[in-house]
C-alpha cells in the first residue's frame, strides 16, 4: 500500500465515531491505570471477555497495585489465576511486577519501550497500555486488526507470515487517527462484536460501505492465512496415591506445559501397584497439543506402606478440602472434584 495516509484517514475517524456510540461497558474502560489496563490485557489475551470477567475483578481486588501483587507469594497468585488457563500468564506478571519494583521504583514505565521490557509483554500489549494510558502513537496490532485491515482493503498479505505485524501496522498507518487509544479500542470492540472471523455482521460494521471485501461478497475469504501447525500427541501418566481421604502430590517445575501447577504421582514403586483399582483415561487440548491423559487409582489400604512411601518421597500429602487452594491442570482438578462428588 503506498497511498497517502490521508486517503483513508477517514475510515479511522469512522470507526472513533461508531465507538463513542458502541463503547463495551467494561469497569477497565472506567480507568487509565496502566497497573489494571496491563492486567486486562493479559487476562483476556486468551480468555473471552464474558468467561473472564470475574476472574479479573477477583484478581485486581486482592491485587490492586503492583506492590500488592509483587510481594505475593507466586502460589496465591495462580491460586487467584484458577480457571483462567495458561499459567505461564500468571506467572510472568508476578515476575515483571517484581520487576518494575527494582527497575523502575514501583511506578509503572510510561515509554512503549520500558513496557516492552516487562516479562511476558508482547507489542501488542505494549502498544495497548501505552496508547490507552500514556498517550502513545502505536497500533496494538493483533487478530482484530489482521481481520479488520484484510477486509476493509481485501488484502491476501497471509497472517501467518513472520512479517504479518509488520506489515499490518504499517498498514495500520492509513487509517489511524491522534487517538490512538480509543482507536485501538475501537479496533478490538469491532474485530470482538462486528468483523468476527466467522458470520461477521456486516451490516452493522461502520466501515461497510468502505470495504472491499464486503462489496466483492468475500469476507469469508479474509483474511488469509496458509499456515497451520499441527497439534502434537502427547500421552501422560498419573498415579492418584491415595489413603483415608488424604493423596499425594507435587509441584510442576516451569519448564513444559503447566508451569508451576500440582499434579499427582506419575511413577510409583512395584509394591504399590498391586492396589490399582483400575484407571481413568482423559482427554485435553491445549494450544498445539491433544493430550491423554492416564490416571490410576492407587488406595493403599497397608498403613506401614503408606508411612513408607511418602517418608522416601518429597510428595506432599493433601486433603480435597485442602487441594481448593491449590493451582491443577484443568483435567486434574476435574478428576479431583468428580471424586469429591463420589
Known amino acids: 500500500m ?23 461497558d467494561l469497569p477497565f474502560r472506567k480507568t487509565r491505570d496502566p497497573y489494571k489496563i496491563w492486567i486486562c490485557e493479559i487476562v483476556f489475551q486468551q480468555t473471552r471477555i464474558s468467561q473472564g470477567l470475574n476472574h479479573y475483578n477477583n484478581f485486581v481486588d486482592r ?24 499459567y505461564s500468564r500468571a506467572i510472568n506478571i508476578h515476575k515483571a511486577a517484581k520487576q518494575i519494583m527494582s527497575d523502575y521504583t514501583g511506578v509503572f514505565p510510561s515509554e512503549y519501550d520500558e ?22 502513537k502505536m497500533p496494538a496490532v493483533d487478530g482484530n486488526f489482521y481481520r479488520v485491515l484484510s477486509r476493509v482493503f481485501a488484502d491476501d498479505f497471509d497472517i501467518s507470515s513472520s512479517r504479518a505485524f509488520a506489515y499490518f501496522s504499517e498498514l495500520s498507518q492509513l487509517i489511524i487517527p491522534d487517538n490512538v487509544g480509543d482507536f485501538n479500542q475501537a479496533m478490538m470492540d469491532l474485530g470482538s462484536e462486528i468483523c468476527k472471523p466467522r458470520n461477521p455482521v456486516c451490516l452493522e460494521c461502520p466501515l461497510n460501505k468502505d470495504c472491499l471485501a464486503f462489496s466483492l461478497n468475500k469476507t469469508h475469504e479474509f483474511p488469509v492465512k496458509t499456515k497451520k501447525v499441527k497439534a502434537e500427541n502427547l ?24 508451569k508451576k501447577l500440582f499434579e499427582f504421582p506419575a511413577s510409583i514403586p512395584e509394591a504399590l501397584k498391586p492396589f490399582n483399582k483400575g484407571s481413568k483415561i482423559l482427554h485435553h487440548k491445549l494450544t498445539h ?22 517418608s ?5 500429602i493433601t486433603d480435597f478440602e485442602s487441594s481448593l487452594m491449590r493451582s491443577f491442570p484443568k483435567p486434574l482438578e476435574n478428576y479431583i472434584q468428580n471424586r469429591l462428588k463420589k
Open 235 to 258: 500421552d501422560l501418566h498419573y498415579f492418584f496415591v491415595h489413603r483415608n481421604g488424604k493423596f499425594l502430590i507435587q509441584q510442576r517445575k516451569d519448564d513444559f506445559i503447566w
Open 2 to 24: 503506498k497511498n497517502n495516509n490521508s486517503d483513508f484517514l477517514h475510515l479511522g475517524n469512522k470507526l472513533l465515531h461508531w465507538y463513542s456510540q458502541n463503547a463495551r
Open 115 to 136: 513496557i516492552l521490557k516487562l516479562k511476558g509483554v508482547g507489542k501488542y500489549t505494549a502498544a495497548a497500555i501505552s496508547s490507552i494510558c500514556f498517550n502513545g
Open 312 to 316: 522416601k518421597n518429597e510428595y506432599l
Open 63 to 86: 491485587f490492586p497495585d503492583v506492590k500488592t501483587l509483587a510481594e505475593a507469594s507466586e502460589d496465591e497468585v495462580l491460586l487467584y489465576w484458577k480457571g483462567l488457563g495458561y
Open 289 to 310: 497439543k491433544n493430550l491423554t491423559i492416564e490416571v490410576n487409582d492407587i488406595e493403599v489400604s497397608s498403613e506401614e506402606m503408606w508411612n513408607d512411601f511418602t
